[in-house]
Structures are given as structure tokens and as C-alpha cells.
RNA sequence: GGGCCGUUAACUCAGUAGGUAGAGUAUCUGCCUUUUAAGCAGAGAGCCGCUGGUUCAAGUCCAGCACGGCCCA
């Protein structure tokens, strides 16, 4: 049905052709010296003087961008990964019969070329190319040259046409990487092991979510995909591994939006003899370390809103912060009447198995989150909303435990961790009951957990930071499709 | 789940008041050996997202569906 469409038609002919001159149009011979970034970096600033004493030749290859046609001539850019160049071919310089092949090349097509560097007219540096080959003929057309490839739905579908025509993209991925490698680099400075725990789970633990369920034939066993590493790297803490990280893929079985995609990648890092105050300095350092790298300075913009890292971040109790932000009266965050008043006149629609925390965190992440533009470490929680978080010595209502919030949303969360395997197994089976009756076993107690508990885990605080949305605000994108290759959509049929 | 918007040539987009579909790029044919959104002359290219309805007549109006985007829950 494809071959209906001329386009592909005329590159088939063409290929025959080729073929019938002795070209193979998929050949795999072709030696690369050089990458375009070479030869621009080198010869860019050298004078056209300079540019003829060039002796040796140089030979790189990439996929053709664009040709401008002048009969016996011809220009092309050729795009590899580090860039483009422009490519001057000539007849008298190629020959007549290689020339006649050349001209049957496509915008699309991959070619090997050698030659040397010159400026044109134009003062363009110039490949003068002394012979050219076919690497790969394209049998589809590219999208169009300056407007690039525009529909939303095409670029996440077909995602390599997104990276091929629109240079941007492959720069918000190129930061993604060095974003990540940038966040190892530092906690293996910091003696950190990076490990893999299970991404199937027959109890799915450490977050409280909508799991996917799959199953395992041969054991014949419901399985899940984790939507949380948290509890088996604990056990690595209770192993001796006393400083833990994994950076890997999450899934929850829940709504998708600019902010959300069903998987996602989510780096936890454990660190035991640390605190969560310990890890609001740890926090501060690992992301202003990502801040000057990629904006020389702490300050930069997301989205139209000028950011400040500079440190020490603020930092509030989450009550503080509901008093503050919400204007409530001070006494008032402690009252339940009071606060489902306030709910109710902010159009929140409160259950009434909610406890006094559960309020707060909603009115919390109803008033006040939409204004936490610049950087703010939210402490204090409520014990009631945090199953894993050690208890506050002072108050045990709450819990040792900070969130950082940036541009109203949620960039980390971390706690000293619950090392009670008594008070743990309680506030398990606490959040059990209140839960939904459901047909999955996200409710069911993870008892082997709990025993690895009682082996001792030393203090320890454990921290996740979700990688897709650190990425979107250091490449200031909007959607959090932007910073995944290929993000979920529904299928086509 | 709800609201609004979008879907027309390979790509980017127009399409009046309902009257049998248009541009640029790309492609093809000529000319052209320093162009770069190369240029000049000519040609071909469409399931107007899908299904139904209204109408003498639907890309256009109506309904449903699909996919996508944004906002809300």
C-alpha cells in the first residue's frame, strides 16, 4: 500500500538504477575519519591561505540534508551526530560517470565523502569533495527544510524524524544525558554504590499508586511493575551497603499529562548516618552543581519565571507554609473544623475518613504548592501521609522528612527513614486498612520487608528525585513528553 | 471523566457565503560549475481523519467515533 505514494516510488527507480550502475545502495565499506565537529572546530578561523596548504584528505559521512543543483555541480549538507557541512561536488573533480551517479543521490539518503576544506564565495567552510558514495539510500522523503517537522502527534510517533530535521530536540536529549551523568558523577564522588533492584514485584511498595499488573507464566505469579525501588534498596541499607542509589524507570498506573507519564525516571539515593536535614545541604549542592554547569551561575528561566538557585534555599514547615501562603490564622492549620472550612471555600472536596494531615496536605498542595516558584524545601509533614518516614522526636504527629518544590512542583522528596519494625508494620497496616477495597495486592502488608527490618537498619535517609522533571526545568520544556523519547500515547490501530 | 481547539498533497499551511481543491517546500522535466530558503521555465501529485445525517450539491453545516493538543477534575 506504501508503494502507491510516487515519492517512494521515484527512490525505488532510482535505487534500481543505481544498482544497474554497480552501486550497492546499502554498502557497508565505507571508512570514517573525521566528524563534521572535527573539521569545523579545526579549519573554521583558518585563512583561505591555510586552507590550501591542506595535505591530507578528510573522510566522514552522514545523512544528506539538503542539495542546491547547478547541472555539471552541486551542493549538499551532510548532518552527522556532532553537526552539519556543507559539501561542494563537481564533475570535473569526480568524473563524468560517478558525477552521473552522484546526481541521482536524495535529500535523505546517507553518502561517505572525501575531500578537502575550503570557503566559498560565501564564506562558508566547504568540503571540495574528491569522491563521494552511497551509504544508504532513504526510501522516504524527509519533512520539509525550514519549517521542519511541526505536528506534535508525528514528532513523539515517529520520534527519529523529530531528531533528524528539528536540531533542538536533540539537545534537550544530549542534557538529559549529561544531566544524568552529572547526578552519578557526584554521588559516586560521595562513595555512593549504584546498584538494580527488581522492577517486577509481587508486592509493589514504597509509594502509594496504581501498579500495573502483569504475570509470570512458569512461576505462575501475579507480578507487578514497581512503582517505587524504595523498600528493596532499604534492604540493601540493611545489607551493609550504607550508601545506595539507583536511577531507573518507575511505573504507576495513572493519569497522564504534561507532568506525568506511566513510566518514569526516578533516581532514589540512600545514605546511612544522614539526615533529612543532612540531605536539604545534599540537595542544595547536587542541583546548583547541574545549575552551573549548564547556566554558569545559580540563576536561569523556566517557562517565563526567573529562577534563583542561589543557596541556602528557604526552608518552612509545611503548616508555616499553609499559614503563610494560604493566610489562615495560626491557630486555625490545627483545627479539622477550621480547615475543612477553608477547604471547603477553596472548592476542595474533602473526604471524611481524612484525617487532620491528610486535610493539610490537600489545602497544602491545593494553595500553597502553585506558589513555591523558587526553590523551597517544605519540612514537618504530617505522619499520617508519610507510612515510611521516621517519626519527629519532639512531636511524633510528624515526621523527619522535606519535599523541594520548584515552580510549584515537586522536584524531590526525602526523609530520615522509619527504622522501627514495629512502628512500621503499624502505620503498614494502618494505611491497608484505610485504603479502597481493590482488586489488585497493592494493599497487602510486605511482611518480608518487615522482618529485613528487624535485622536493624542503621539511621539512614533515603531521598528520590524525579529525573524527567529536573530535566524539563534545566531544559526549560513544558511538557514532560518533551523529555522522553518515546512517551506513551494511545495506539493507532 | 468534562470543556475548548486541531486533523486538507510527503512536509508546512490556505480554503471566502455550502457550488467538483490551492500555495510554498519536496518530487519530476529542461537550463545553469561558489550556492545556501540558490535561480528561471514547465509538469505531476489529494480517501479534505473515519462513519453517518441534512442538502440538488458538503473540505465547509449537524451527529457520533478515532487520534492529538491545552485546560479542568
Known sequence: MEGLNPLVLNRIEKMKALKREGVNPFANDFQVTHATRDILEEFQDKTDEDLEKIKTRFSLAGRIMSIRDFGRAFFLHVQDRTGRIQAYIRQDKIGKDNFKISKMLDAGDFIGIIGKPFRTKSKELTIMVEEIRLLTKALRPLPEKWHGLVDIETRYRQRYLDLIVNPGVKEVFYKRTRIIQLLRDFLNKRDFLEVETPMMQSIPGGATARPFKTYHNTLNMDLYLRIAPELYLKRLVIGGFERVYEINRNFRNEGMS???????????????????????????????????????????????VELDFT????????????????????????????????????????????????????????????????????????????????????????????????????IANAFSELNDPIDQKQR???????????????????????????????????????????VMLFTNVASIRDVILFPQLKSRR
Open 311 to 410: 543557596p541556602p534555599w528557604s526552608r518552612i514547615t509545611m503548616k508555616d507554609a499553609i499559614v503563610k501562603y494560604g493566610e489562615l490564622n495560626e491557630g486555625d492549620v490545627e483545627i479539622e473544623e477550621k480547615l475543612l472550612e477553608y477547604a471547603k471555600g477553596s472548592g476542595l472536596q474533602i473526604d471524611k475518613k481524612m484525617g487532620l494531615g491528610s486535610i493539610q496536605n490537600q489545602i497544602f498542595e491545593k494553595v500553597v504548592e502553585p506558589k513555591l516558584l523558587q526553590p523551597t524545601f517544605i519540612t514537618n509533614y504530617p505522619t499520617d501521609i508519610s507510612p515510611l518516614s521516621r517519626r519527629n522526636d519532639k512531636n511524633p504527629q510528624e515526621v523527619d522528612r522535606f519535599e523541594l518544590f520548584v515552580c510549584g512542583r515537586e
Open 428 to 470: 503498614f497496616l494502618e494505611e491497608i486498612s484505610q485504603r479502597e477495597v481493590s482488586d489488585d495486592d497493592s494493599g497487602i502488608l510486605d511482611k518480608d520487608f518487615i522482618d529485613a527490618l528487624e535485622y536493624g537498619m542503621p539511621p539512614t535517609a533515603g531521598e528520590g528525585i524525579g529525573i524527567d522533571r529536573l
Open 258 to 304: 504534561t507532568q506525568h507519564n506511566p513510566e518514569f525516571t526516578m533516581l532514589e539515593f540512600y545514605q546511612s548516618y544522614a539526615t533529612y536535614q543532612d540531605f536539604m545541604n545534599l540537595t542544595e549542592e547536587m542541583l546548583t552543581c547541574i545549575a552551573k554547569t549548564f547556566f554558569d551561575g545559580f540563576k536561569f528561566e523556566y517557562q517565563g
